[in-house]
C-alpha cells in the first residue's frame, strides 16, 4: 500500500466522523491499456472534494459532474459497478488509451470503523485483506499474505492493503542523504541509524526519521519484515557487520551493504566468523545496486533503489557489474 491510499483512507475516516457523506471508489478491473491498476482508489466527499485517483484525471472529472448535476446520489445502494470505457468512442472521451476499459466499485461509506481498524492493521505493519460484499455492503477484515492479489469474482471484491515500504539506511553521509531523497519519491518511508553525531548534523526531518541506538538495535527495534529493505553504507565494518547479523536473519526482503567486490568477499567472510548461517550471508547483496556504470553517488544511489525496487515488485535482476567495474566509489 503506498501513501496515496492511506491517505484516502485517513480522509474517508476524517470525513465520517466528521458527518460528511463519502463514496469510495475502486478499481476492480481493467481491460486493455488502463491508467491505474485493480485496486487503486478515490474518495469522493458529498460537496464535490476528491482525493486519490482512478484514471489520468478525466473519470475523475466526470465522477464529480454527476455529484454536481444529480446523476450520483450521495444515499443510495451500499454498492454498485461503474464501468467507464466500453466503447472506443466512450474510451477516447475518457481518455483512456487503446480502447482501454476500467470498471469501479462505488462504495457509499457508512459506519467507517473498518477503515479506522484497517489503518491500525497496517501502521502495525500487518498485510490485511479488505472483503466487500456487493450485495449488502458489509466489510470484512482478514490477515493476508504479500503474494495475496486482488480478487473479484462479480459479488464479493477481496482488495488487499498494507504498510508502506520502508528502507533502513545504516550510516547518515552523503550518499545516503541521496539514497534517502530517491526513497522517499518512490514512496518508502525513510529510517536512518548513525550512532557518530558527526553525520547527522544537517539532515531535515522530512528525509528520513533517526532511529536511535547502534546499528544492530536500530535493526531490532524496527522488526523487519518483508516491506523492509536494509542497506549498509558507512563503510566502517564495525558498524556495518553489526546491522548485517541482524538483518540478514531477519524478514527483511533486501538487505545490502556498499563495497566493491574485494571487500564484499572479505565482509562474507568475516560474517561467517561471526556465526551467520551460510543460507543467510546468500541473502546479502554486495555490491549493491545494478550495473549502470555509477560512480558519483547520485548514480550510484540510482543504482541501488533501482535493484530494491526491481525486487520489491518481483522482477529477478542481473547482477551485477562485470569484473573490470568491480569496485564502487567509496563516499
Not at 484497517?118 to 490477515?143: D, F, K, S, Y
Request: net charge negative; with cysteine.
Amino acid at each position: 500500500m503506498d501513501s496515496v491510499d492511506l491517505n484516502v483512507l485517513r480522509s474517508v475516516l476524517e470525513w465520517r466522523r466528521a458527518g460528511r457523506a463519502v463514496v469510495l471508489y475502486s478499481v476492480v478491473q481493467t481491460w486493455g491499456s488502463a491508467p491505474r491498476p485493480p485496486g487503486a482508489m478515490l474518495a469522493l466527499r458529498d460537496d464535490g472534494v476528491v482525493i486519490g485517483s482512478v484514471s489520468g484525471g478525466c473519470i475523475e472529472d466526470d465522477l464529480i459532474a454527476r455529484l454536481a448535476d444529480g446523476r450520483l446520489a450521495m444515499q443510495g445502494p451500499p454498492v454498485q459497478l461503474v464501468t467507464y470505457g466500453v466503447t472506443l468512442e466512450e474510451a477516447a472521451r475518457f481518455g483512456l488509451p487503446c480502447g482501454g476499459t476500467l470498471r469501479l466499485a462505488e462504495e457509499r461509506v457508512g459506519d467507517p470503523a473498518w477503515v479506522a481498524e484497517l489503518l491500525e492493521r497496517c501502521q502495525a505493519h500487518q498485510i490485511v485483506a479488505r472483503e466487500l460484499n456487493l450485495a449488502t455492503g458489509a466489510v470484512r477484515l482478514e490477515p493476508a499474505r504479500k503474494s495475496d492479489e486482488l480478487a473479484f469474482d462479480g459479488a464479493i471484491l477481496r482488495a488487499i492493503y498494507g504498510p508502506r515500504w520502508r528502507l533502513l539506511l545504516i550510516g547518515a553521509g552523503q550518499l545516503s542523504r541521496y539514497v534517502a531523497q530517491m526513497a522517499r519519491l518512490l514512496d518508502f518511508e525513510v529510517l536512518v541509524c548513525d550512532p557518530r553525531r558527526e553525520f547527522v548534523h544537517g539532515w531535515d526531518a522530512e528525509d528520513g526519521r533517526f532511529v536511535a541506538g547502534m546499528p544492530d538495535d536500530a535493526v531490532s527495534s524496527i522488526e523487519p519484515d518483508e516491506r523492509t529493505a536494509v542497506v549498509a553504507l558507512t563503510h566502517d565494518p564495525r558498524l556495518d557487520d553489526m546491522a548485517l547479523l541482524t538483518a540478514l536473519d531477519s524478514r527483511a526482503f533486501y538487505v545490502g551493504a556498499l563495497g566493491s567486490r574485494v571487500n564484499s568477499r572479505k565482509r562474507r567472510d568475516n560474517l561467517a566468523l561471526l556465526g551467520l548461517s551460510a543460507q543467510a550471508i546468500g541473502r546479502l547483496h554486495g555490491p549493491v545496486g545494478l550495473h549502470i556504470g555509477s560512480h558519483t553517488p547520485a548514480e550510484i544511489a540510482l543504482s541501488l533503489m533501482a535493484e530494491i525496487v526491481a525486487l520489491k515488485n518481483g522482477v529477478e535482476t542481473v547482477q551485477k557489474k562485470p569484473a573490470s567495474h568491480a569496485s564502487q566509489v567509496a563516499v
